[in-house]
């Protein structure tokens, strides 16, 4: 089969992805893969740009409207309070529109690519790494020649020639999303399914195997032939919520809530966004990584400039959270918009379960996966999220191409 120049493209994209974290610890140049891949969507609508395909379907309208309101509402805070210098300001803006800037180079890259027709070549590619990242984990387990992050429930945290276990579960999780994206048969996929699972969960990152286990869910009922469906959510509300409580419950009313970066920003994350209501104080501000390099005067303003990782000489902590930062950033409104943006972009993922299951099932993966970790990680905003942002730009080329093709049969 000759190879085409979209399929050697996506082979590069999904190395890139799978190995960044691990290769930019000794190539510092990769630390920017995921910044340059979501700038790359500025000269490619600049060639590419269609209008018809953002007029026609009304989620891609709502979502892009939704983020133009909610640059705006930043920035105006930015104008109104000037707590924060405006190149800083700039850069958070970025940050928060890095992963859909990253959906929409995917989809540009590969709005035309069939991937139908690569995916058993793509499927080897990821079932290798799949295999390497297990069998490293497993074999460290015996003889330890990789370092291990911490300890917990009595094990040792895998994360094999990753920086960190998250890095580790985040990879993996990216590689059986694309493997979804490639599905062909349960007997020939279950055993990378499991042994994607189990590197995830020997990462002992609560939010990871959360995600994951919310993935295997979903894959066993796509798998037997049903289709999904509201109901079958219901099971996993008990689930989230045990997840999300000990978080809710640590981050607002236990003893070591202001004593802890996470918790000392949640907690005042709310007082920011009522002294600053409607609007928040505006991007770069707090908990962010810009309000952290250009040292935002909120965290002293409201008394949690002494907590450990947030403080003036070290603020490595700053951007541990999500949500928190969206509402005192953003404000209340702000917070509303960003959920409305979250909403609309499931709907347009949901377009996919028209067309095939398992590219659904890769899509509420994604979602699934960042909003699970958006409990306590920087979730959206974090170099983690631009491989899922890949995922989800693919299932939407899909989505396109059928219609695409129907128009044309129709046209005939």
């Known amino acids: 089969m000759k190879v085409s120049k979209n399929y050697a493209l996506f082979i590069v994209v999904l190395y890139m992805f799978a190995l960044q974290c691990a290769i930019m610890q000794h190539v510092a140049i990769f630390k920017y893969c995921d910044e340059l891949y979501a700038l790359l969507c500025i000269p490619l609508a600049v060639m590419k740009y269609n209008r018809k395909i953002i007029k026609k379907n009304k989620y891609a309208r709502n979502l892009a409207k939704a983020l133009i309101l909610f640059v705006g509402v930043g920035v105006i805070s930015n104008g109104v309070y000037r707590y924060q210098v405006w190149h800083a300001v700039a850069q958070d803006i970025f940050l928060n529109l890095k992963f859909f800037m990253g959906i929409v180079t995917t989809y540009y890259l590969f709005r035309d690519f069939n991937i139908k027709k690569y995916k058993t070549r793509i499927r080897t590619h990821v079932k290798i790494l799949i295999l390497l990242y297990f069998a490293l984990v497993i074999q460290n387990k015996i003889t330890h020649v990789f370092p291990v992050a911490d300890m917990r429930f009595g094990m040792n945290a895998e994360k094999i020639f990753f920086n960190h276990p998250t890095e580790l579960a985040s990879a993996t999780f990216f590689l059986l999303l694309i493997l979804m994206i490639c599905y062909t048969g349960l007997k020939k996929d279950l055993a990378y399914i499991v042994m994607g699972a189990a590197i995830v969960i020997l990462t002992l990152r609560f939010k990871a195997i959360a995600a994951v286990m919310i993935f295997l869910y979903m894959y066993f009922i796509i798998t037997t032939g049903k289709r999904m469906k509201f109901t079958y959510f219901l099971p996993l509300i008990p689930f989230c919520v045990m997840v999300g409580w000990n978080e809710f419950y640590f981050y607002f009313f236990s003893d070591a809530t202001m004593l802890m970066a996470r918790g000392a920003l949640s907690y005042v994350s709310l007082r920011v966004a009522r002294d600053m209501f409607p609007l928040g104080a505006g991007f770069g501000t707090f908990a962010s990584w810009p309000s952290g390099t250009f040292y935002s005067p909120l965290y002293e303003m409201y008394g949690i400039g002494n907590v450990w990782g947030l403080t003036r000489d070290w603020s490595g902590l700053v951007s541990d959270v999500f949500w928190p930062m969206i509402i005192a950033q953003n404000g209340f409104l702000g917070f509303g918009l960003y959920v409305y943006i979250v909403i609309c972009l499931i709907k347009l993922i949901l377009q996919c379960a028209k ?41 939407i080329c899909a989505y396109y191409q059928k219609e695409r093709k129907e128009n044309l049969v129709k046209n005939s």
């Open 355 to 395: 067309i095939d299951s398992r590219l659904y099932l890769a899509g509420m993966g994604a979602i699934f996966y960042l909003l699970v970790s958006s409990l306590a990680e920087s979730a959206f905003v974090n170099p983690l999220a631009l491989p899922l942002s890949v995922v989800i730009g693919l299932t």
